[in-house]
């Protein structure tokens, strides 16, 4: 299976393929994501990841096209993106996203298809995402407390992302993170 794991930053995942902008981070590859096309060929990855990149770029849509053009057939992409309700939190971000994002890669979606097919397999919503980073800005004490909440509010939230999204995640304060994992569509 060929990994790919886009915006590593300094969190490169083992058997990935990590590519950063930023060669200080030691990626397998070095490239701008906003610089097209991406140095692979077609239909070259089985698993592709993009942990809180794509709200660092200029156009999700574009990315998106260009993932859908290495990855392999029934490939998965598995995106994670800040959600709406938490308003941008880093001074580089330039969107923030909601439930609605997979809408736009459906062929039956007549309010802006973007032409680049994508089935949506899962979303969820975290209250408490990226721990690997958490950990080293949290007391040990403060970390596991708000794990353990993150995980009692993410099972209520995700009977329903929808409902969620739309009317109680004010409630809880916001959802850091909103997960989605697409399978690949590619025309025969």
């Not at 902008?21 to 097209?36: G, K, S």
């Not at 709200?55 to 574009?62: D, G, K, V």
């Not at 029934?74 to 309700?85: D, E, Q, T």
Request: aromatic share 16%; charged share 20%; with cysteine.
């Amino acid at each position: 299976m060929k990994r790919l794991n886009l915006g590593s930053g300094h969190f490169p995942k083992q058997g990935y393929v990590n590519v950063d902008i930023d060669p200080r981070c030691n990626p397998d590859i070095v490239h701008n994501l906003e610089e097209f096309p991406y140095p692979f060929e077609d239909n070259t990855f089985d698993l592709i990841e993009a942990d809180h990149v794509l709200e660092h770029l200029s156009n999700p849509f574009a990315v998106m096209k260009e993932i859908h053009r290495i990855a392999k057939p029934n490939a998965l992409v598995i995106i994670r993106v800040p959600h709406f309700s938490r308003g941008f939190t880093h001074a580089d971000h330039k969107r923030s996203f909601d439930i609605t994002f997979p809408y736009y890669f459906n062929p039956t979606f007549q309010g802006g298809y973007t032409g680049v097919p994508f089935e949506i397999e899962k979303v969820r919503l975290r209250w408490f995402a990226q721990p690997y980073l958490k950990k080293s800005v949290l007391s040990p004490v403060a970390f596991q407390i708000a794990n353990i909440a993150g995980k009692v509010i993410d099972f209520f939230a995700n009977l329903s992302p929808m409902v969620c999204s739309r009317l109680w995640c004010f409630w809880v304060g916001g959802f850091e993170e909103v997960e989605f994992v697409f399978r690949v569509v590619k025309k025969k």
